[in-house]
């Protein structure tokens, strides 16, 4: 199965336009976050205007996340997370012990954000973060991702469609994929079964690192 023709690809960079946002969603599940985004942010001393165009959002949409009215995605969380020098884990209030060398599955506490559902898979106050992921078949699948950093994919179960740049690969389990977050890249679950795969990041310490994502093709302000 391939993508459907779409629109060039965004340039990453301080110009790069800012992601249209999507529709309202239900903040339930994500109790913690708000506060935190809203915490975080002063602890960097970034105003909600500077953030929100680290982030690729607009002020409106970044000030509605933080007071609950929106629920960020995992891809937006990445994006905060990197924007304020933290992890997801952090904007999310998790407890695990910061900088154990194991983790035991039953500490492992599942996540849902936009749709995707995740579980910490590395300690937290690492250079670079460890996910287990769970994409849902038509979840997200249309969002073009672009920011700073590298990342690396194997999958578990199902079958992952990566698009890079202008390629599309299809992974089965046990394939998998190393490239820099430069590429303008899309994944989406192949099946309608979702896919299941590790994920891992590098996290920047620059809380003023720009980054974007790209636009949210098919969607509406």
Request: with cysteine; net charge negative.
């Amino acid at each position: 199965m391939s993508f459907p023709e779409a629109t060039p690809e965004p340039t990453p960079g301080p110009a790069a336009e800012p992601v249209a946002e999507p529709a309202a969603e239900s903040a339930e599940g994500l109790p913690a976050v708000a506060p935190r985004l809203r915490a975080l942010r002063r602890q960097v001393s970034l105003t909600l205007e500077a953030a929100a165009r680290a982030a690729g959002l607009s002020p409106a949409h970044l000030s509605r996340l933080e007071t609950g009215q929106r629920q960020p995605s995992l891809p937006m969380l990445l994006t905060l997370a990197r924007v304020y020098g933290t992890t997801v884990s952090d904007l999310l209030g998790e407890t695990v012990p910061d900088r154990h060398a194991v983790l035991r599955a039953g500490d492992a506490e599942p996540t849902a954000a936009g749709g995707w559902t995740y579980w910490q898979a590395g300690s937290s106050g690492r250079g670079m973060q460890a996910l287990r992921v769970r994409v849902p078949y038509g979840s997200q699948g249309d969002i073009v991702r672009v920011h700073p950093g590298e990342e690396w994919l194997y999958v578990l179960t199902g079958r992952l469609r990566l698009r890079l740049a202008d390629a599309t690969h299809l992974l089965g389990p046990g394939d998998s994929a190393h490239f820099d977050s430069l590429t303008p890249h899309r994944i989406a679950a192949q099946d309608p079964d979702g896919v299941e795969l590790l994920f891992v990041h590098t996290l920047l310490q620059s809380p003023t690192a720009a980054l974007c994502l790209g636009n949210v093709i098919g969607e509406r302000p």
